[in-house]
């Protein structure tokens, strides 16, 4: 493919950018609100915990992965292959540390991909991946996408990332708005659990936003110690359902009953103890990370009159790939 040639980009409606590298561009201009920049702070620094390439990063792609086709509705990765390449414009929203987006270039090198994000590590990331010249990193708002025009992508993706921008309603909007007619748009947003874990849950992320990041990385250690713990007592129990208070009983372990209801206190023993840690992170550092009924996030795919081609829900999230008809 090339040189990239930033400046004749058929979906970019403006050249006021900034170069950070070959292959990295900036479209940040005004600060955003306080808890806006706090969220892109934290994630910068989670990112930054991380290394592309070594083995905890490859533990988390490969999982990563696997679990993308599932939320979305991949049956397989040659699925997603044969789509892939019938898409000459490909956008990840919220692209972090840009394995999606790269593993989409990689899969489909006839296909431009654009990664967006507004963290800090899009430039690692952009140096890291610079040997796919089909891939373009922006640092950028996500939910100010006014640099694009209108009906560019013919794939816009936004894997749990949408939850954290300051307005998500509005920003699946202009993530609609750039996707192009016939186009899909995949988006996960954060499911509401029960009543006393969303209380702690707001209570602990108001109270994350005055922590340093040391003392977060120190809370999320602890709570991963605490998962796994928690997950050692493996004997199921029967709970029962308490309605009045979200909390949907059946037949689970102490960590998964504290878990869904009471505390976020992920353990996964195949992934390991760093991933474990940055979960957690991922979870109580961001100022914001707003959670969903599936009617909520319904309406959002009604508002936009977009079909829905897949759609996909579990304890944690509501994840689906829908279609812009006009």
């Not at 490909?90 to 991909?113: I, N, Q």
């Not at 969303?198 to 209570?203: K, Q, V």
Request: glycine letters at 6%; hydrophobic letters at 40%.
């Amino acid at each position: 493919m090339g040189t990239i040639e930033i400046g004749k980009l058929p979906f970019l409606s403006s050249t006021g950018f900034a170069t950070l590298g070959e292959n990295c561009i900036s479209f940040l201009s005004a600060p955003g609100s306080a808890t806006q920049d706090q969220t892109a702070q934290a994630f910068s620094k989670k990112w930054g915990q991380m290394t592309h390439g070594d083995a905890d990063f490859e533990k988390m792609v490969a999982n990563q992965k696997e679990w993308y086709l599932d939320l979305y509705g991949f049956s397989s990765e040659d699925e997603l292959r044969s789509y892939l390449r019938n898409c000459g414009h490909v956008l990840d929203a919220g692209t972090g540390m840009g394995h999606k987006a790269a593993w989409f270039a990689e899969l489909s090198p006839e296909t431009f991909v654009v990664a967006a994000d507004i963290s800090d590590s899009i430039i690692e990331a952009s140096a890291y991946y610079r040997h796919l010249p089909n891939l373009l990193f922006v640092q950028c708002d996500i939910a100010d996408l006014g640099f694009v025009r209108d009906n560019s992508f013919d794939y816009v993706s936004c894997d749990q990332v949408i939850h954290h921008t300051e307005a998500p309603r509005r920003t699946f909007r202009e993530l609609a708005r750039v996707a192009a007619t016939g186009g899909d748009v995949s988006v996960y947003v954060y499911r509401k659990k029960a009543l006393p874990r969303e209380l702690l849950d707001d209570y602990f992320r108001e109270a994350c936003a005055d922590y340093s990041h040391e003392q977060l990385m120190e809370l999320s250690e602890q709570l991963t110690e605490l998962g796994r713990v928690l997950s050692s007592l493996d004997q199921p129990l029967a709970i029962p359902d308490v309605p009045l208070l979200g909390i949907e009983g059946g037949e689970m372990t102490v960590q998964r009953f504290i878990y869904w209801n009471l505390l976020k206190c992920y353990w996964n023993e195949e992934l390991g103890e760093f991933v474990s840690v940055m979960t957690n992170y991922d979870w109580y550092s961001p100022s914001q990370a707003f959670r969903y009924t599936e009617e909520e996030f319904r309406s959002w795919v009604e508002e936009a009159a977009m079909e829905t081609v897949h759609f996909h829900k579990e304890k944690a999230c509501y994840s689906g790939r829908f279609r812009k008809t006009a």
